[in-house]
Each structure stands twice: as structure tokens, then as C-alpha cells.
């Protein structure tokens, strides 16, 4: 037999049967080795691996929430954010996940009318919250006053980052920070662009708020 073949027939000898996946054969030896650790007689390690291989599943949280005043009922994995509920429990895909880690904004939606980054949020904590994403900013083909803008000033390229600015843009003219150019960018500090449109996206701010359209 070549060197090759031997080798091939090594890795093939050393592998798991076929009907094991990789997820179970990796847990299976992460048990063991804990338990190694824990007792030195082989013959209890061996003994306690079957319960502790079982996937045990987290249990479902049932939470009601509105979303962009409809309300809703969700079976939820406690572990699952707002954004992941969002875009693939109720395909509401147009808030985006751009670091899911809070440090970009892409992910900003409103809740309880107060900006967050959805990515960072349980759903399972905010049972009987409402909650306003980009979808429920216009009526019908009415574009909110703060999209136009958006439109208006070019404050977009890509546009990925967009549907964040804009509710955090929404939020900030609530919240009457949008006064002055510096207080807008203080206050919108938390949403990044990486195409750089600060400029357009500051002046389409600035005039919704001048012009109290909302
Ligand atoms: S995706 Fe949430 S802050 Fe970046
Ligand atoms: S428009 Fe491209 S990231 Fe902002």
C-alpha cells in the first residue's frame, strides 16, 4: 500500500462511524473529558456520558407584543434577541444585523417609543412591549416625513445602514435633540455609516426637525 493510501486509511480508522455528526462526536468527547476531570475511576465516566450527551432544548417563552401596532403572540427561544425575532420570526427583514453587538445601530428599532439596538435585547425580557421598526414608519405610499428626507438630502449610499439612522433619527427629534448639527451628531453617535453619507443624513435631520413634520 502507498504512504498516501496508508494515510487515507488512518484518517478513514480514526474517524467516527458514519452515523455519528461531528456536533455529537465533539460533545461526546467535551463530556467525557469533564467528567474525566471529575472522577478518576474510568468506569463512572463511562456510566454518566449518556446523560450528559442528551440535547436538552431550552424551553419556549410564549411573549405578546406589537409590532408596528399589530399585536402578536411569539413562541420565543429565551436566548433569541429582538432583532433575530424580528427578521426571522416575523420577516420583517428590513432592520438590519450588522455587528450584533451593539456598535453599529444597524439594528435600532423603538421600544416603548425609547431607540435600542434590537441586537442586544431578549425578545423573552420585553413581554407586552410595542415596538416600531422601519416598516411601520410609512403609511401605505406615504413615506415618512423622515424617509423623504433621507431621500431628499442623499444621506444613503449602500443603504445598510439606513433603516437604523432613520429610527434613531426619529427618536432623536423626539427626544429634542436635533437643534444644531453638533447635537445631532452627539446624539446619533451611536449609528455608524461606513459609506460615510453623515453629511446628507445630518441635514435631512435637521430639516425634519426645523419644519416640525413629525
Ligand atoms: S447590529 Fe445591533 S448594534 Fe450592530
Ligand atoms: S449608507 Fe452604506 S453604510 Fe450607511
Not at 52 to 63: C, K, M, S
Not at 68 to 76: A, D, E, F, K, M
Not at 125 to 130: C, K, R, V, Y
Request: proline content about 4%; charged content about 15%.
Amino acid at each position: 500500500m502507498s504512504q498516501d493510501a496508508q494515510h487515507t486509511e488512518q484518517w478513514r480508522s480514526t474517524s467516527a462511524p458514519a452515523h455519528v455528526t461531528r456536533r455529537a462526536a465533539l460533545q461526546a468527547a467535551a463530556s467525557a473529558m469533564a467528567l474525566a476531570g471529575a472522577s478518576s475511576t474510568p468506569s463512572q465516566a463511562q456510566q454518566a456520558l449518556p446523560a450528559t450527551t442528551a440535547a436538552t432544548a431550552p424551553e419556549q417563552a410564549t411573549i405578546r407584543l406589537v409590532v408596528n401596532g399589530q399585536p402578536r403572540t411569539l413562541s420565543v427561544d429565551p436566548r433569541q434577541s429582538i432583532l433575530d425575532v424580528l427578521r426571522e420570526g416575523l420577516n420583517l427583514t428590513g432592520t438590519k444585523k450588522g455587528c450584533n453587538a451593539g456598535a453599529c445601530g444597524a439594528c435600532t428599532v423603538l421600544l416603548d417609543g425609547r431607540r435600542i439596538n434590537s441586537c442586544l435585547a431578549l425578545a423573552a425580557m420585553h413581554d407586552g412591549a410595542e415596538i416600531t421598526t422601519i416598516e411601520g414608519l410609512a403609511e401605505g405610499d406615504k413615506l415618512h416625513p423622515l424617509q423623504q428626507a433621507f431621500i431628499d438630502h442623499e444621506g444613503f449610499q449602500c443603504g445598510y445602514c439606513t433603516p437604523g439612522q432613520i429610527m434613531s433619527g426619529v427618536a432623536c427629534i423626539a427626544e429634542g435633540h436635533a437643534h444644531s448639527p453638533e447635537l445631532i451628531k452627539a446624539w446619533m453617535s451611536g449609528n455608524i455609516c461606513r459609506c460615510g453619507a453623515y453629511a446628507g443624513i445630518v441635514e435631512a435631520i435637521t430639516e425634519v426637525a426645523k419644519e416640525g413634520k413629525l
